[in-house]
């Protein structure tokens, strides 16, 4: 089931980000609410008031870091982070294999029909065309607002800003691609190996991209 209103007894957008005791969990924990669901795994905690209150009746959360677990067993694997990254990779593929495709029939036509030549080119344009406009809408634009690319959504994870737990936003989401890229250019390529290495011993499981954009990724729990 999904986090939201039924589960969590709150209504969307009637509680402000933060911790509260969610319905259904283990009394003397609290979860995440980044403002529409529920992010992550219950943790250590005490809040005032009952669990399952609804966002306008639950207060301000009262608790210490003594002996509190912070939702680092929720970051998202190495492993699901590249199914994710392949499975978005897969998306494009056909695009980009079908411009090549009609890009070498057009050189092979020469010679022959003026129109047909001229019509493979359009072809492989507008599929040229197609793979960096999927790609944008699927990793910047979708991915700034839900926090989610096709390939996250797969594999049931999720992109958040590490300090609110909400969606890291277009313009963070554009940022850390922009560094990877340019990295990468200043780095003759190492930089993309390296980033997408490094979750393997970084304690939060982050990209060097993250660290830098202050962003993590999660596994995102259903309720």
Known sequence: MDTGTESSGMAAGSAQPGWYAAQGDPPGTLRYWNGSEWIGEPVPGNAVGEPGATATEAPAVEWSTSGLVQPSTNYASWGKRVAAFLIDLA???PFMAGAVASFDAADAADGGSVDAESGLWIVGF????AFFVVSFINSIIVHGI???TLGKRVMKTMLIEESSGNSPGIGRVFARGLLATIAGQLTFGIFPILDRLWPLWDGKNQRIADKVTS???VNKTSR
């Open 146 to 148: 839900t926090g989610q």
């Open 126 to 129: 507008v599929l040229f065309l």
């Open 215 to 217: 962003t993590v990724v």
């Open 91 to 93: 998306i494009l593929v």
